[in-house]
């Protein structure tokens, strides 16, 4: 068993999470799990949703009182945040560590770096969404900064109700970090948007039409992606397109624009 599959990586999530997880690659079929922690109940679920691709023990779920669920594999939106956090850890470790096999030795570091600084998305970072306050950095401990001397003047009482306070403010502060998450995609649509150059069908044209992939595919990346030829019949404004076969069968039900293209014969 190689280092990387005995090894535990805790991740903070790029967007707003009251959740910790813990992600580790199964070591019978290479495949990955993540475990979420609520703070009351540990939830198990595997990414591809199935039982045979990640397994926990039964006994060790029943030990820490694990609840298994599946996730969705299509346009799973906690992968997706997973994902996103890993890649940009993995941009800061390598441009920390000078050979491969110290990247174990910076990780920490990448962490602490990761979740301590503000996010575009949410305006806010990663520790203070789940912990209510910022952390304390190293250098404000050797070199005591406002926040550190307010606080060691306060006694236990008042230390306490400084924390409280700290904890009821928790969930406003998610909110608000919610809506700077809105408003930044939105921005970030609008951005895009302007590049988009809109495709016109007109009636009669050749399409394909691009295939969503059934689960449980067995041939995999050889799928084909696209299918046809189709003709265009009608367009709407919004949009929509109603095509038929070259036979002339009509489809059941009109198809976005975004999920066909012009057919060169």
């Given at each position: 068993?190689?280092?990387?599959?005995?090894?535990?990586?805790?991740?903070?999530?790029?967007?707003?999470?009251?959740?910790?997880?813990?992600?580790?690659?199964?070591?019978?079929?290479?495949?990955?799990?993540?475990?979420?922690?609520?703070?009351?109940?540990?939830?198990?679920?595997?990414?591809?949703?199935?039982?045979?691709?990640?397994?926990?023990?039964?006994?060790?779920?029943?030990?820490?009182?694990?609840?298994?669920?599946?996730?969705?594999?299509?346009?799973?939106?906690?992968?997706?945040?997973?994902?996103?956090?890993?890649?940009?850890?993995?941009?800061?470790?390598?441009?920390?560590?000078?050979?491969?096999?110290?990247?174990?030795?910076?990780?920490?570091?990448?962490?602490?770096?990761?979740?301590?600084?503000?996010?575009?998305?949410?305006?806010?970072?990663?520790?203070?969404?789940?912990?209510?306050?910022?952390?304390?950095?190293?250098?404000?401990?050797?070199?005591?900064?406002?926040?550190?001397?307010?606080?060691?003047?306060?006694?236990?009482?008042?230390?306490?109700?400084?924390?409280?306070?700290?904890?009821?403010?928790?969930?406003?502060?998610?909110?608000?970090?919610?809506?700077?998450?809105?408003?930044?995609?939105?921005?970030?649509?609008?951005?895009?948007?302007?590049?988009?150059?809109?495709?016109?069908?007109?009636?009669?044209?050749?399409?394909?039409?691009?295939?969503i992939l059934p689960q449980g595919d067995p041939r995999g990346k050889r799928t084909p992606t696209y299918e046809g030829p189709f003709v265009v019949k009608k367009v709407f404004s919004g949009e929509a397109i109603i095509l038929t076969t070259m036979d002339g069968e009509d489809f059941p039900h009109p198809v976005n624009a975004d999920i066909v293209k012009k057919y060169y014969a």
């Amino acid at each position: 068993m190689s280092f990387f599959q005995n090894e535990l990586c805790f991740l903070a999530h790029t967007h707003v999470t009251n959740r910790v997880s813990i992600s580790t690659p199964d070591p019978v079929d290479n495949s990955s799990a993540t475990v979420h922690y609520d703070f009351e109940n540990p939830i198990y679920q595997a990414e591809d949703g199935s039982e045979e691709g990640c397994k926990v023990p039964g006994e060790l779920a029943r030990l820490f009182k694990i609840k298994h669920h599946s996730s969705s594999p299509y346009r799973p939106k906690m992968n997706g945040a997973v994902e996103a956090a890993n890649k940009n850890i993995k941009k800061i470790i390598q441009k920390m560590t000078v050979t491969y096999k110290d990247w174990h030795e910076m990780l920490p570091f990448a962490l602490h770096g990761y979740r301590t600084s503000v996010r575009t998305s949410t305006g806010a970072t990663p520790f203070s969404l789940v912990y209510g306050m910022e952390a304390v950095l190293p250098v404000e401990v050797q070199i005591p900064s406002l926040r550190i001397m307010k606080e060691a003047g306060l006694d236990e009482d008042e230390w306490i109700q400084t924390r409280l306070d700290h904890i009821n403010l928790t969930d406003e502060k998610r909110l608000a970090a919610v809506c700077h998450g809105q408003i930044y995609q939105k921005s970030m649509t609008q951005a895009f948007n302007k590049r988009v150059k809109r495709q016109g069908y007109q009636l009669g044209d050749l399409v394909i039409k691009r295939i969503i992939l059934p689960q449980g595919d067995p041939r995999g990346k050889r799928t084909p992606t696209y299918e046809g030829p189709f003709v265009v019949k009608k367009v709407f404004s919004g949009e929509a397109i109603i095509l038929t076969t070259m036979d002339g069968e009509d489809f059941p039900h009109p198809v976005n624009a975004d999920i066909v293209k012009k057919y060169y014969a």
